[in-house]
């Protein structure tokens, strides 16, 4: 098979004998969503694409798909290419309907934990979803609480 420039085997067509795997990325993060986590150091949702929150429904963390920092590495000057990393990592899930950008912070240990969440509308299909994916709690967002699902966070 010959190689094309970067000595990756190609067909004569020019694309990978592979195939190619294209997965949805996010082309930017919006200016706004450092600012929204700054100004909710405690717990935040922020959609990254259009930085903005959510004013109802329920946040469900995505479990394997959580960074813990420090506090003070978001507001510090690493804030924003900490959070630019986090959203191309996760892109292939940011970039589908519902999914957020979210995190709290843990007052005891001064530990964010900055993660994926999704939106959901439903309360008892919110409480299940919390359940399944082993949460402590979800967020309710127009009522700002928590609302336990028994789950480790594990």
């Given amino acids: 098979m010959p190689k094309d420039a970067l000595g990756h085997g190609s067909n004569p067509k ?54 813990m920092l420090k506090s003070t590495e978001l507001a510090g000057p ?12 996760n892109s292939d899930v940011l970039s589908k309907p519902g999914a957020h950008l979210g995190g709290w912070t843990d007052k005891a240990t001064g530990i964010t934990h900055l993660d994926i969440s999704h939106n959901i509308v439903d309360r008892n299909r919110a409480i299940r979803s919390g359940v399944k994916r082993n949460q402590i709690a979800i967020w309710d967002v127009k009522k700002q609480r928590e609302i336990k699902t028994g789950g480790s966070g594990g």
């Fill in 78 to 89: 690493r804030g924003k290419q900490i959070v630019g990393d986090f959203v191309r990592q």
């Fill in 14 to 67: 020019g694309t990978h004998a592979a195939g190619i795997v294209k997965l949805p990325k996010l082309a930017r993060v919006h200016p706004g969503v450092l600012d929204a986590i700054r100004k909710n150091p405690g717990g935040f949702s922020v959609n990254p694409k259009h930085g903005t929150a959510p004013d109802k429904g329920y946040m469900v963390s995505l479990p394997g798909r959580t960074k």
